[in-house]
């Protein structure tokens, strides 16, 4: 048996034998012997301070000091007295093997886990507490506690410090109405002392385009005043307020007792909203803050919408596209819905935009389109959309017959996902008076004399329209029945463009078949 008293690689070269015969042999080969290193642990708590009740994350690294890699390493790590594994405990980290940590538990352990060669890995699990310990609760793995198959034990405690205070905890959530497109925050604070606690305050900016909704619509067991908060400055809390603040809140009632704030919200465009309430400040029956809230996310989808092309006639069709997009990278978006009711035009003849008779509707959303024939709405439910992705909605829409001049600025409800509720489109459809055409024969009937008879034919356009327009064109191809008419001659052209035949090469009298007018203004 040998023993090395550092890790690292021995070379052991045996000299040559020597004997009686006077003569010595050679040396021996080499042999190698590695003596590894054991693996180094440290542990951390995520946050390092919680209220009763909270959780924290419990880290547990080893790092394997080694050119190899440590194998089959393992440890039991047992908690003090009341401190747990959380209700979720998550177990997991970067060791592989085994992570095991039972909710309500007291203990996180690994077995068969593999550190890499001059690396690290973690073994993680989220603890908490139900009893007050400003002190902190002391949680030690003793020197070898983390046993391998191949580097032996640790030889160095590791230990963190979890302290649980008494100051009240604020827990923070997004909840979603999709049916009726609205967005209710709840602010949840918990006392965490064994009496009742005043004097508590806390600040909730939000983040850019989140603002409070309109009509302004919530509750408030926590007393005080709930007053709008832009980060500077209080304000009577109305709707478009920039965030809300609390003042001289209470709770009468000991540990657990809470109480709720809950404010409705909107967003003027579509994003990944994240928000973070500050922690709760109380003034008796002792001074304390809290820590900070949980941040809770809001996935407001983006919504698009456009006419192609956005100027055409009364009974033209335009292409209303609707294009919906995640904004979240990692998050899919279901119960996707948006609804569009469209607006009315000129009431007093009782026209308006309607879906095309036929509506030609499409849907790469999934869920249901509803686009019916010669209706004046559009409504999807019950899509989904994966993350970062977009999908489009759409449909042929025209303005019924009889519409005059009009506009028709075009606003969606707002889009909406069990994720959460975005913002509308909106895009104007101009309906204009299309350019008319008269035609007249100047003389007719007419006398056929010599195989043939000739008639001036009078072409009138009519703009129609206040202002210039251009690229007016028409094609008129001539009858060939009972005969085929056929162009003679030019007598006049007042509008002005290009004039061909049907099909755009030049004239030739008594040969052409028709008429092409081209680039008039």
Same mark, same amino acid.
């Given at each position: 048996? /040998?023993?090395?008293?550092?890790?690292?690689?021995?070379?052991?070269?045996? *000299?040559?034998?020597?004997? *009686?015969?006077?003569?010595?042999?050679?040396?021996?080969?080499?042999?190698?012997?590695? /003596?590894?290193?054991?693996?180094?642990? *440290?542990?951390?708590?995520?946050?390092?301070?919680? +209220?009763?009740?909270?959780?924290?994350?419990?880290?547990?690294?080893?790092?394997?000091?080694?050119?190899?890699?440590?194998?089959?390493?393992?440890?039991?790590?047992?908690?003090?007295?009341?401190?747990?594994?959380?209700?979720?405990?998550?177990?997991?980290?970067?060791?592989?093997?085994?992570?095991?940590?039972?909710?309500?538990?007291?203990?996180?352990?690994?077995?068969?886990?593999?550190?890499?060669?001059?690396?690290?890995?973690?073994?993680?699990?989220?603890?908490?507490?139900?009893?007050?310990?400003?002190?902190?609760?002391?949680?030690?793995?003793?020197?070898?506690?983390?046993? #391998?198959?191949?580097?032996?034990?640790?030889?160095?405690?590791?230990?963190?410090?979890?302290?649980?205070?008494?100051?009240?905890?604020?827990?923070?959530?997004?909840?979603?109405?999709?049916?009726?497109?609205?967005?209710?925050?709840?602010?949840?604070?918990?006392?965490?002392?064994?009496?009742?606690?005043?004097?508590?305050?806390?600040?909730?900016?939000?983040?850019?385009?989140?603002?409070?909704?309109?009509?302004?619509?919530?509750?408030?067991?926590?007393?005080?005043?709930?007053?709008?908060?832009?980060?500077?400055?209080?304000?009577?809390?109305?709707?478009?307020?920039?965030?809300?603040?609390?003042?001289?809140?209470?709770?009468?009632?000991?540990?657990?007792?809470?109480?709720?704030?809950?404010?409705?919200?909107?967003?003027?465009?579509?994003?990944?909203?994240?928000?973070?309430?500050?922690?709760?400040?109380?003034?008796?029956?002792?001074?304390?803050? +809290?820590?900070?809230?949980?941040?809770?996310?809001?996935?407001?989808?983006?919504?698009?919408?456009?006419?192609?092309?956005?100027?055409?006639?009364?009974?033209?069709?335009?292409?209303?596209?609707?294009?919906?997009?995640?904004?979240?990278?990692?998050?899919?978006?279901?119960?996707?819905?948006?609804?569009?009711?469209?607006?009315?035009?000129?009431?007093?003849?009782?026209?308006?935009?309607?879906?095309?008779?036929?509506?030609?509707?499409?849907?790469?959303?999934?869920?249901?389109?509803?686009?019916?024939?010669?209706?004046?709405?559009?409504?999807?439910? +019950?899509?989904?959309?994966?993350?970062?992705?977009?999908?489009?909605?759409?449909?042929?829409?025209?303005?019924?017959?009889?519409?005059?001049?009009?506009?028709?600025?075009?606003?969606?409800?707002? /889009?909406?996902? *069990?994720?959460?509720?975005?913002?509308?489109?909106?895009?104007?459809?101009?309906?204009?008076?299309?350019?008319?055409?008269?035609?007249?024969?100047?003389?007719?009937?007419?006398?056929?004399?010599?195989?043939?008879?000739?008639?001036?034919?009078?072409?009138?356009?009519? #703009?129609?329209?206040?202002?210039?327009?251009?690229?007016?064109?028409?094609?008129?191809?001539?009858?060939?029945?009972?005969?085929?008419?056929?162009?003679?001659?030019?007598?006049?052209?007042?509008?002005?463009?290009?004039?061909?035949?049907?099909?755009?090469?030049?004239?030739?009298?008594?040969?052409?078949?028709?008429?092409?007018?081209?680039?008039?203004?």
């Amino acid at each position: 048996n /040998v023993t090395a008293a550092s890790a690292g690689s021995y070379d052991n070269t045996t *000299s040559g034998v020597s004997s *009686s015969l006077g003569t010595t042999g050679p040396v021996s080969n080499t042999a190698n012997l590695r /003596v590894l290193a054991p693996p180094v642990p *440290s542990k951390a708590f995520s946050p390092s301070t919680i +209220g009763r009740g909270q959780s924290s994350r419990l880290i547990v690294t080893l790092v394997n000091p080694n050119p190899v890699a440590v194998t089959g390493v393992a440890f039991t790590d047992t908690y003090p007295a009341s401190l747990f594994n959380a209700a979720t405990p998550s177990p997991g980290g970067s060791c592989g093997g085994v992570v095991s940590a039972t909710a309500g538990g007291s203990s996180l352990s690994l077995s068969g886990g593999t550190i890499p060669a001059s690396g690290s890995c973690t073994v993680e699990a989220n603890v908490t507490s139900d009893v007050v310990n400003v002190s902190g609760y002391v949680n030690t793995l003793v020197a070898g506690a983390v046993t #391998s198959g191949n580097a032996g034990s640790s030889t160095a405690p590791a230990t963190a410090t979890l302290v649980v205070n008494a100051t009240p905890t604020i827990a923070k959530s997004f909840s979603f109405d999709v049916a009726a497109a609205t967005t209710t925050m709840t602010l949840t604070i918990t006392n965490n002392h064994t009496a009742g606690i005043s004097g508590l305050s806390f600040t909730d900016v939000f983040p850019f385009g989140m603002l409070v909704d309109s009509p302004l619509t919530g509750t408030n067991s926590c007393g005080g005043t709930v007053e709008g908060w832009n980060g500077s400055s209080a304000s009577t809390l109305a709707a478009n307020a920039q965030g809300i603040r609390l003042t001289s809140g209470a709770i009468a009632g000991a540990y657990p007792a809470s109480c709720t704030i809950t404010v409705r919200v909107r967003v003027t465009s579509g994003g990944v909203y994240q928000n973070q309430t500050s922690g709760v400040a109380m003034t008796a029956p002792f001074t304390g803050t +809290g820590s900070v809230s949980n941040a809770a996310t809001l996935i407001a989808p983006i919504v698009i919408k456009t006419f192609t092309p956005n100027t055409v006639g009364a009974n033209d069709l335009s292409r209303m596209e609707i294009q919906i997009t995640n904004p979240s990278p990692v998050t899919a978006l279901t119960s996707l819905a948006i609804s569009d009711s469209y607006p009315a035009g000129n009431l007093s003849t009782g026209v308006f935009m309607q879906n095309a008779p036929t509506p030609n509707a499409s849907n790469s959303c999934g869920g249901t389109l509803t686009a019916a024939a010669s209706t004046s709405s559009l409504a999807l439910a +019950g899509g989904s959309l994966a993350a970062g992705q977009s999908c489009v909605l759409a449909v042929d829409v025209r303005a019924n017959p009889g519409t005059v001049p009009d506009t028709y600025y075009n606003v969606t409800g707002r /889009v909406r996902s *069990s994720q959460g509720i975005g913002s509308t489109a909106a895009d104007a459809l101009y309906i204009v008076r299309a350019p008319t055409i008269t035609k007249s024969f100047l003389s007719s009937p007419v006398t056929l004399s010599a195989g043939s008879a000739t008639s001036v034919m009078r072409l009138v356009l009519e #703009s129609n329209h206040t202002s210039t327009i251009n690229g007016v064109a028409f094609t008129d191809t001539f009858p060939s029945a009972p005969a085929q008419m056929r162009y003679v001659s030019t007598v006049a052209n007042g509008c002005g463009g290009t004039l061909t035949d049907a099909l755009g090469a030049a004239l030739v009298a008594n040969s052409s078949t028709g008429l092409r007018l081209s680039g008039v203004t």
